[in-house]
Nanobody, 115 residues
Framework: VQLVESGGGLAQPGESLRLSCAAS????????MNWFRQAPGKERELVAT????????GYTDSVKGRFTISRDNAKNRVYLQMTSLKPEDAAVYYC?????????WGQGTQVTVSS
């Protein structure tokens, strides 16, 4: 299983970023996918989750209405569209899935929100 995130960077408050995660090594369309984030000195937290077919998504309260998780099973990719970014959204964002009783993580992509 390999997960590779991309799309992070520097954004000003109020701006948008789109994260992408390319997945390989497993039957992508059969598994739920998640986005986590970890800010310095804080625990890693679940930000958004999406089911295997992309019909059901869930979000942590702090990003509801601003972030959207989606997936393209034909491309083995999962996305996180982030809008109205706030300084408190700054973190390393990780793509995650649980496959065959094991947790898998990408290397993470840094999101910085600063004016």
């Amino acid at each position: 299983v390999q997960l590779v995130e991309s799309g992070g960077g520097l954004a000003q408050p109020g701006e948008s970023l789109r994260l992408s995660c390319a997945a390989s090594g497993f039957s992508f369309s059969k598994y739920a996918m998640n986005w986590f984030r970890q800010a310095p000195g804080k625990e890693r937290e679940l930000v958004a989750t999406i089911d295997s077919v992309g019909s059901t998504a869930g979000y942590t309260d702090s990003v509801k209405g601003r972030f959207t998780i989606s997936r393209d099973n034909a491309k083995n990719r999962v996305y996180l569209q982030m809008t109205s970014l706030k300084p408190e959204d700054a973190a390393v964002y990780y793509c995650n899935t649980f496959v065959r009783l094991a947790n898998y993580w990408g290397q993470g992509t840094q999101v910085t929100v600063s004016s």
